[in-house]
């Protein structure tokens, strides 16, 4: 790696819970599921970011996805029974980047379940190509200090890497923001 290069965001673990069905609706919007009333509870996020290479060179046409525990820490998951399912929240959404690498999303905070810290698991596709799976932790929470999937990034700059702040939007009617950035390695 040369010394302008930019470090590869850290690979995680896929996790038990990536959706075993997906959900008719799998747009970016996490939200609102199309066909149903309301929107999810939960602190809406505005979750934005890049796919770059470690040049720093965006990198098109990556597909991302993403999936989450709804407001009351339940994944889009059968196996996940331990409390009831937010039905107005997707779970699981993907977006394919343009040419300048951005994703967006409109989702939850994370919050917490049993065992892990609040994090937004993230599985980003090259085309035709490899992928890589990661997770994103919210600055400031104070059970990262004991999660360890998150722990498990021994390097202190690399682990910091994963964890953004989720800060409020002005003017919004509460509505938060978060930006992840993804080094593909």
Known sequence: MLSEDLAPTPRQTEGPFYPDKLPLDTDNDLVR????PGTAAGEVTHLHGRILDVHGQPIADALVEIWQVDANGVYLH???THARR???FQGYGRFTTGTSGEY????IKPVPYPGRTPHIHFKVTRK???SLTTQCYVEGEPLNDRDGV???IRDPAARASVVVPFTPIPGSAGELSARFDIIFG
């Open 128 to 130: 035709n190509r490899d």
């Open 33 to 36: 599921v199309a066909g149903r």
């Open 78 to 80: 059968s196996a996940d």
């Open 86 to 88: 937010d039905a107005g």
């Open 104 to 107: 967006r999303f409109r989702t």
């Open 150 to 152: 998150l722990n498990s």
